[in-house]
């Protein structure tokens, strides 16, 4: 079981250019949450996706957005870089969205705006 | 809307000492309440869970209890060692997770 896989590992962008980020979760899980972890900060929750559904959100600006395919991996978008998006994104999978439900986090992806 | 404070660190013991790291939550219910661990150089780990009030999680010799009274899920261990050395997340749970700001810990030979 290779759990949750994200690619690519590191990403240098340009302020004003648009990212992808992909996950791929572990297997037998069908819930996708991502987060945004800054430099020394906690995780902080940008979005959730059920059935190739965003159901659940943070607080984060529309130029966030994301996508479930039917195999359950996920994208997540960033358009109109700034600076202050730098940061690990990192990616959960669960099997559903229950609060007592175990998430398996990926490595991350470092993504650093110049 | 829901927040998790944990103690700053970095916290510095040596070997075989005792670890208390301090969390408190404030949510609107009951969350299920998770501790994460982040050892150098790899992703976020379940370390222990509780999904209730009173219920205690354990794992690799760490506990923690659900005090709803006080709203708190402190985490001890009673000897620590040196590979321990991490960085620990308290976290909340209603339908996403919800993290403190993490705690270094490093433990000293």
């Known amino acids: 079981d290779a759990g949750v896989t994200q690619s690519p590992t590191h990403l240098i962008k340009t302020r004003g250019q648009q990212v992808t980020l992909r996950c791929s979760p572990k297997s037998g899980h069908d819930t996708v949450s991502w987060y945004q972890q800054a430099l020394g900060q906690g995780p902080q929750f940008i979005f959730q996706y059920y059935e190739e559904e965003e159901r659940q959100r943070g607080n984060f600006p529309d130029r966030f957005s994301g996508h479930q395919f039917p195999n359950y991996s996920s994208e997540l978008n960033v358009n109109a870089l700034l600076l202050g998006d730098s940061a690990l994104y990192l990616c959960a999978s669960s099997q559903g969205a229950h609060q007592n439900t175990e998430a398996f986090f990926g490595q991350g992806t470092r993504l650093t705006v110049v | 809307g829901d927040s998790v404070t944990q103690m700053e660190g970095p916290v510095t013991l040596s070997e075989e000492a005792f670890l208390t790291i301090n969390c408190t939550y404030t949510a609107t219910g009951y969350p299920s309440l998770f501790w994460y661990v982040q050892y150098p150089g790899e992703g976020l780990q379940l370390l222990l869970k509780?999904?209730?009030?009173?219920d205690k999680g354990s794992n690799k010799g760490f506990e923690a209890t659900y005090r709803k009274e006080t709203t708190s899920f402190h985490l001890e261990k009673g000897s620590v060692q040196v590979s321990d050395s991490a960085v620990y997340f308290c976290?909340?749970?209603?339908?996403?997770?919800?993290f403190g700001s993490g705690t270094r810990l490093q433990v000293q030979p």
């Open positions: 976290a909340g749970c209603r339908r996403a997770l919800t």
């Open positions: 509780a999904t209730k009030a009173d």
